[in-house]
């Protein structure tokens, strides 16, 4: 089959989605279908055009294997109307990138934002193809709550253009469990009409290792136990809670907690290090997919924390997996179906959300006992070795595909006779 992927975010960009799509992109590429891609200039997280790209409308590239198409976008950060001009530039100038790939089978488009199922739509009609719609993120449902925009009309104009998303798409992809269940409950998706491809891992990429003791001298922490958070730096991570714990830790010297990443809410992040005075966090930029792994290594315990937003529920933090896959304890501040993930493979700790307190203590009892970490640590890689490898993973959402794909075939074969 030929997959054309439409989304806003794509390597080198980093960062969750991007680096899913990637994944999921070789993946089928692997397995012998064709995959073209139609995305923005890379600009993300930082709201500005990447060096090596800048005044550029359009580009064609070749990444591991699989087409580019590249068009320009308003680049922008965080919310507000630059962010809006963000979404609708490329919503406008995909259409370009769109009309420069084959004809596929199949349009799959990244959502959020939402808008991008629109010129999926002009184009799957252009061509006589239908497109599949992935949910992410439910929006409207993280704007309302992230209280990113109020009731009015451009809020009743989402809601509106979301049902008509839902409603013209051949298939809905979810990537959790809670996704799934929203869309079947909440959003009156059809089942017949539900997919499901969650987040996975390169099992290969991402494996235990010995800890790179070149890197912690070139970033200065030798000597540092570190909790490293390896991900993008988002207002939803309630990353505050996290520096406050880092405050109640400052009496253990030896204890660093390292960023590693970028995101809207780094540069408020930076600046309440600064006030509370921390000399235990780091930010460093986020690096090349393939060096990752490096500094996976350097951690003696992964991070990831949602804040207790009811959205959040149905979240699962796509940095979880490379961290389970390394062999490395998780501590997850949240609720919802992250924590039961954490839960169900004892692969951590799971602590209550916005808890500063006990996130420090989950730090401390994990560092204080070196051979139940280690036992936590195999366990979460024997979990994704089982359930979430890209392999699998893929090859599951393919079969189902096909076999829906038969199912409507015959159905309208039925119908029409």
């Given at each position: 089959?030929?997959?054309?992927?439409l989304t806003?975010f794509?390597?080198?960009?980093?960062?969750?989605?991007?680096?899913?799509?990637?994944?999921?992109a070789?993946?089928?590429?692997?397995?012998?279908h064709?995959?073209?891609?139609?995305?923005?200039?890379?600009?993300?997280?930082?709201g500005?055009?990447?060096?090596?790209y800048?005044?550029?409308?359009?580009?064609r590239?070749?990444?591991?294997?699989?087409?580019?198409?590249?068009?320009?976008?308003?680049p922008?950060?965080?919310?507000?109307?630059?962010?809006?001009?963000n979404?609708?530039?490329?919503?406008?100038?995909?259409?370009?990138?769109?009309?420069r790939?084959?004809?596929?089978?199949y349009?799959f488009v990244?959502?959020?934002?939402?808008t991008?199922?629109?010129?999926?739509?002009?184009?799957?009609?252009f061509?006589?193809?239908?497109?599949?719609?992935?949910?992410?993120?439910?929006?409207?449902?993280?704007?309302?709550?992230?209280?990113?925009?109020?009731?009015?009309?451009?809020?009743r104009?989402?809601t509106?253009?979301?049902?008509?998303?839902?409603?013209e798409?051949?298939?809905?992809?979810?990537?959790?469990?809670?996704?799934?269940?929203s869309?079947?409950?909440?959003?009156s998706?059809?089942?017949?009409?539900?997919?499901?491809?969650?987040?996975?891992?390169d099992?290969i990429?991402?494996?235990p290792?010995?800890?790179d003791?070149s890197?912690?001298?070139q970033l200065?922490?030798?000597?540092?136990?570190?909790?490293?958070?390896?991900?993008?730096l988002?207002y939803?991570?309630?990353i505050?809670?996290?520096l406050?714990?880092?405050?109640?830790?400052?009496g253990q010297?030896?204890?660093?907690?390292?960023?590693?990443?970028?995101g809207?809410?780094r540069?408020?992040?930076e600046?309440?290090?600064?006030?509370?005075?921390?000399?235990?966090?780091?930010?460093?930029?986020?690096?090349?997919?393939?060096?990752?792994?490096?500094y996976?290594?350097i951690g003696e315990?992964?991070?990831?924390?949602?804040?207790?937003?009811?959205?959040?529920?149905?979240?699962?933090?796509?940095?979880?997996?490379p961290?389970?896959?390394?062999?490395?304890?998780?501590i997850?501040?949240?609720?919802g179906?992250?924590?039961?993930?954490?839960?169900?493979?004892?692969?951590?700790?799971?602590?209550?959300?916005?808890?500063?307190?006990?996130?420090?203590?989950?730090?401390?009892?994990?560092?204080?006992?070196?051979?139940?970490?280690?036992?936590?640590?195999?366990?979460?890689?024997?979990?994704?070795?089982s359930?979430?490898?890209?392999?699998q993973l893929?090859?599951?959402?393919?079969a189902?595909l096909?076999?829906?794909h038969?199912?409507?075939?015959?159905?309208?074969?039925v119908?029409?006779?």
């Amino acid at each position: 089959m030929r997959f054309l992927i439409l989304t806003q975010f794509y390597a080198p960009e980093i960062g969750a989605s991007q680096t899913r799509l990637h994944s999921v992109a070789t993946e089928l590429l692997r397995m012998g279908h064709e995959v073209e891609i139609v995305t923005g200039l890379p600009n993300y997280p930082v709201g500005e055009i990447l060096s090596g790209y800048e005044r550029c409308f359009y580009r064609r590239e070749v990444r591991d294997g699989v087409i580019v198409h590249r068009v320009w976008l308003y680049p922008a950060l965080g919310s507000g109307i630059k962010r809006i001009l963000n979404y609708t530039s490329f919503t406008l100038t995909s259409l370009f990138g769109l009309l420069r790939a084959e004809k596929p089978d199949y349009i799959f488009v990244e959502s959020p934002p939402l808008t991008l199922s629109v010129p999926a739509y002009i184009a799957g009609a252009f061509w006589g193809v239908p497109f599949i719609f992935n949910v992410s993120d439910l929006w409207p449902d993280a704007i309302i709550d992230g209280r990113f925009l109020k009731n009015g009309f451009l809020l009743r104009c989402l809601t509106a253009l979301e049902r008509w998303s839902y409603r013209e798409a051949a298939y809905v992809n979810a990537v959790t469990e809670g996704i799934r269940q929203s869309l079947l409950t909440r959003k009156s998706v059809p089942a017949g009409k539900i997919l499901f491809l969650p987040n996975g891992v390169d099992t290969i990429r991402f494996q235990p290792r010995p800890s790179d003791a070149s890197l912690k001298k070139q970033l200065g922490l030798e000597g540092k136990r570190i909790i490293l958070w390896p991900g993008t730096l988002g207002y939803h991570s309630a990353i505050e809670s996290v520096l406050q714990s880092a405050k109640l830790l400052e009496g253990q010297p030896e204890i660093h907690f390292l960023f590693l990443g970028d995101g809207s809410a780094r540069a408020g992040l930076e600046r309440l290090r600064d006030q509370m005075g921390l000399r235990n966090v780091t930010f460093h930029n986020p690096v090349p997919l393939e060096q990752v792994p490096l500094y996976i290594s350097i951690g003696e315990i992964g991070l990831a924390s949602l804040s207790c937003l009811p959205l959040w529920e149905a979240t699962r933090p796509a940095k979880l997996f490379p961290i389970l896959a390394s062999g490395k304890p998780v501590i997850f501040a949240g609720v919802g179906e992250a924590a039961r993930l954490v839960r169900q493979a004892g692969a951590g700790l799971v602590v209550p959300p916005e808890n500063p307190r006990a996130l420090a203590d989950a730090v401390m009892e994990l560092l204080g006992s070196p051979e139940a970490s280690e036992e936590l640590g195999r366990n979460g890689r024997r979990f994704v070795e089982s359930h979430f490898q890209w392999s699998q993973l893929v090859g599951s959402w393919v079969a189902r595909l096909e076999q829906l794909h038969v199912e409507a075939a015959l159905t309208s074969g039925v119908t029409g006779s």
